[in-house]
T-cell receptor
């Protein structure tokens, strides 16, 4: 079965600093990977997705993620954090093994310090 | 025009009561989901329907009963509410069950059981 693991339930960065949120996946087949963001009292919205077209994926709001098969990772980065980036971030995998599930990691809360 | 809409947004009720949450999507998608998000922000899949057919039924108490009158609607009825049912319930949809694209989320329905 496919799964994702997010390391670090809470991450704090200073405004202007690099944001790095970690996600590792487990899959016996090429995975389809996603990052979502959830702002307070809102639903999840897509930041970016990897569907095997390119290993470096650019998303909205200046975020990007790199798919590294050798490390089974799909970490999310942003060069310079903004106060408005404070939110909950979820890594997810779309299970292509036939279960039709869409599986989320446990989430990472990003705090941006002034 | 909201793509995935849920009603009600907030629900406060007593233990033992029965309540329903409704979800509608206007995206023309075939597949819809219910997720439960607990206080630690963990997203747990509950059910999924594909064109009115139940395709995912996780280990959810049978007090929870989904109903899909048509592919644009997926409702969730909960009988004999318990304190542990307090959570935010998210409806989501995707193009179809084999689609490898994103999920589209509603804004969530916050259920508080007293």
């Amino acid at each position: 079965a496919q799964s994702v693991t997010q390391l670090g339930s809470h991450v704090s960065v200073s405004e202007g600093a690099l944001v790095l949120l970690r996600c590792n996946y487990s899959s016996s087949v090429p995975p389809y990977l996603f990052w979502y963001v959830q702002y307070p009292n809102q639903g999840l919205q897509l930041l970016l997705k990897y569907t095997s077209a390119a290993t470096l994926v650019k998303g909205i709001n200046g975020f990007e993620a790199e798919f590294k098969k050798s490390e089974t990772s799909f970490h999310l980065t942003k060069p310079s954090a903004h106060m408005s980036d404070a939110a909950e971030y979820f890594c997810a995998v779309s299970d292509t093994s036939g279960t039709y599930k869409y599986i989320f990691g446990t989430g990472t809360r990003l705090k941006v310090l002034a | 025009d909201t793509a995935v809409s849920q009603t009600p947004k907030y629900l406060v009720t007593q233990m033992g009561n029965d309540k329903s949450i409704k979800c509608e999507q206007n995206l023309g998608h075939d597949t819809m989901y219910w997720y439960k998000q607990d206080s630690k922000k963990f997203l747990k899949i509950m059910f999924s329907y594909n064109n009115k057919e139940l395709i995912i039924n996780e280990t959810v108490p049978n007090r929870f009963s989904p109903k899909s009158p048509d592919k644009a609607h997926l409702n969730l009825h909960i009988n004999s509410l318990e304190l542990g049912d307090s959570a935010v319930y998210f409806c989501a949809s995707r193009l179809n069950r084999r689609d490898t694209g994103e999920l589209f989320f509603g804004e969530g329905s916050r259920l508080t059981v007293l």
